[in-house]
């Protein structure tokens, strides 16, 4: 008797644990990052007002409305805000189950761009046409104890990797290896495995920059940032128009919609890739010294959910994101500034692109999960 009033007891305290462990998974709304989401808010009310100031003369100029960039950059906005704050209800837990079906949608979708339904923009065959619509595949793609498990995880990695390679998209290409490098580093693989990889990585590079797997202007574009007058008629051009664009701004800017080298549209892809152009040149050192401050303190937010995560998926879920947004800030605002390749990659949140910055506002949505079931 007292044995079965034991386990009953047992029994008892498992269930209330089970029912715990279930009710741990609807975080209340109180328990929301508001930090991170007025941060996300404020990043991409800062790229609207820049996007719309790169915009709204060249548009005035061909007749056309001068908002229009910025509406459909605020409409973007909106479906991105509204996924990020459903994605924030949902346990992050729940994805370990949809992760293969995740995996299998994205190859697929990878593949399907380069089939008759994918499309060429900007030489890189990365959108899915249908109708009118495009939809821009390269937007978001995202570890491992044992030397088993990386090895997986590099296969896993190196499938979607070709696939992105074929289109090419080689900006796409480096922010999954950094996505790849960030959860490494804080699964708990062995040092001397990653610094093996480091290297391997590093001579594997410098193999593909001199046996012709990239084509001409890929090359160029890795490497014009070291020598601009390398390629003085396309990448050369570019970066030496963002310099010209930043340095003019000196301290406090020329204003807001004075920016010479804006309003002349002497810089290429400037609501897009060198979007950081237009904060350098009409906002000055002042306002792109706060921009940066403002996006750091959004990536320390991260950093700190990551480190906050009560389980391993978690800890590797927020610190692939983290990668995510910290690498393509450090690159997009690098290229502008001569000190980082120029690839294509936009600035999270800033960039003028539906499939960018709601990807961006997604990815922040699982930030603020992982953060809301801390406890």
């Known amino acids: 008797m007292a044995l079965e009033g034991s386990l009953g007891r047992v029994e008892r305290i498992g269930r209330q644990r089970v029912a715990g462990a279930r009710l741990s998974e609807k975080a209340p709304i109180r328990h929301l990052d508001a930090t991170l989401v007025l941060l996300s808010l404020m990043l991409a009310g800062f790229g609207a ?47 370990k189950a949809w992760a293969w079906l995740a995996y299998t949608v994205a190859v697929a979708m990878l593949v399907a761009v380069l089939t008759p339904l994918g499309t060429t923009v900007a030489g890189a065959q990365r959108w899915i046409a249908i109708g009118i619509f495009q939809i821009q595949l390269m937007a978001d793609r995202k570890g491992a104890p044992s030397t088993l498990d990386v090895i997986k995880g590099l296969v896993l990695v190196g499938v979607p990797a070709v696939f992105i390679y074929l289109q090419p998209d080689l900006g796409t290409l480096l922010v999954l290896l950094a996505v790849l490098g960030g959860m490494l580093l804080v699964s708990g693989a062995r040092m001397r495995l990653l610094i093996v990889m480091v290297m391997l990585g590093a001579v594997a590079f410098w193999g593909i920059l001199h046996v012709g797997l990239l084509k001409e202007y890929q090359v160029k574009r890795l490497t014009s940032f070291l020598d601009p007058a390398s390629d003085p008629g396309r990448t050369g051009y570019n970066l030496q128009q963002s310099k010209i664009a930043i340095g003019s701004g000196q301290v406090t800017g020329r204003g807001l919609f004075n920016g010479t080298q804006t309003n002349l549209r002497f810089v290429p892809e400037q609501h897009t890739d060198f979007i950081f152009t237009v904060v350098g040149e009409e906002l000055g050192f002042a306002g792109a010294a706060l921009f940066v401050v403002i996006f750091a303190m959004f990536i320390w937010r991260g950093v700190r959910i990551a480190m906050m995560s009560k389980d391993h998926f978690g800890t590797l879920l927020a610190a692939g994101i983290v990668s995510m947004f910290a690498f393509q800030g450090f690159v997009n605002m690098g290229m502008t500034m001569g000190i980082s390749p120029i690839t294509g990659i936009p600035l999270p949140f800033v960039s003028y692109g539906g499939s960018s910055l709601i990807a961006s506002f997604l990815a922040t949505g699982i930030l603020l999960n992982i953060h809301m079931r801390r406890l």
Do not use: H, K, W
């Open 49 to 95: 007002l820049m996007i719309y100031s790169a915009t709204y003369a060249r548009l005035q100029d061909n007749s056309s409305p001068p908002g229009y960039y910025l509406e459909r950059q605020l409409v973007f906005a909106a479906v991105g805000f509204i996924g990020m704050m459903v994605l924030a209800l949902f346990s992050y837990r729940r994805l």
